[in-house]
């Protein structure tokens, strides 16, 4: 009997409160479902905000060179890909991807960065490319020479930003030159017709950077290397192999010269 009566006073208290307890219910299942779909919605845009936040930081790092900077793979690889976007790629250029493609493959090279980084790579030239008007290139300039002092040399970078930009023909030389002084204060400023400017070396340098740099030129401008470009580019390109090849034996007959007026 007791049973019973404390089944038959909870039957009673059920009757009695059914409509507090159905809203109970439905509250307890709501607050699941609730909870549910905020779950998923977090699983779904985190990636969206982090790649936001990323990009973000990228775009502040690429126009005003924030020391703190620290969203990259290699020190200096984010500043270098912003600067060979700017000073390689005209304003009106084709082909843009076929570049874009070029320069991350380049700075994965320099900066021996394993292939899954291209991506990155791309993402921080196209970065670039909406925010060219705001990028300072000397900024830019010189916080890649402060963050690549310890493992890569000035004018290695040099070297590489100007067979880019010899590859695509951009006749717009001024920011290539102003990131030269800052990388390599003194060095013959590009689109010059001394074979110097050519090869893009000092004067004063030795035979056998001579003969290096033309061997890298000559390697980077050969036709058979250049068969995916357009017509236009292979012909340009072609030009552009005479050039180095004729500076070569300008060089070297100005070395020979001087070891002569040496001697005598």
């Known amino acids: 009997m007791k049973y019973q009566e404390i089944f038959d006073r909870l039957s009673f208290w059920i009757k009695n409160h059914r409509l507090a307890i159905l809203g109970g219910i439905t509250g307890l299942f709501g607050g699941f479902f609730t909870g549910t779909i905020g779950l998923l919605l977090g699983i779904l845009l985190e990636p969206l905000v982090h790649q936001y936040i990323k990009e973000r930081a990228i775009r502040t790092y690429l126009v005003e060179a924030d020391p703190h900077f620290t969203g ?70 010189e916080s890649l020479k402060a963050r690549t002092k310890n493992y890569i040399a000035p004018e290695k970078m040099l070297a590489v930003l100007r067979e880019l930009v010899n590859l695509y023909d951009n006749n717009d030389f001024d ?33 056998q950077q001579i003969k290096k740099a033309f061997r890298k030129l000559a390697l980077q401008f050969h036709p058979d290397r250049l068969s995916a470009l357009s017509e236009e580019r292979r012909r340009a390109a072609q030009e552009r192999f005479i050039q180095i090849r004729r500076a070569y034996r300008q060089a070297l007959a100005e070395k020979q010269e001087q070891k002569r007026d040496h001697c005598s």
Do not use: Y
């Open 175 to 207: 920011k290539l030159n102003s990131i030269a002084q800052i990388l390599c204060p003194g060095i013959e400023p590009a689109g010059h017709h001394s074979p110097w400017g050519i090869l893009g070396l000092k004067p004063d340098s030795s035979v």
């Open 72 to 141: 990259e793979s290699k020190a200096g690889i984010t500043a270098f890909c912003g600067l060979a976007f700017i000073s390689v790629i005209p304003d009106q250029a084709q082909e843009m991807d076929f570049a874009i493609d070029h320069i991350v493959q380049s700075a994965l090279q320099l900066f021996h960065c394993p292939l899954q980084d291209g991506a990155a790579l791309e993402q921080v030239c196209r970065l670039a490319k909406e925010n060219k008007k705001n990028i300072n290139v000397d900024l830019l300039a």
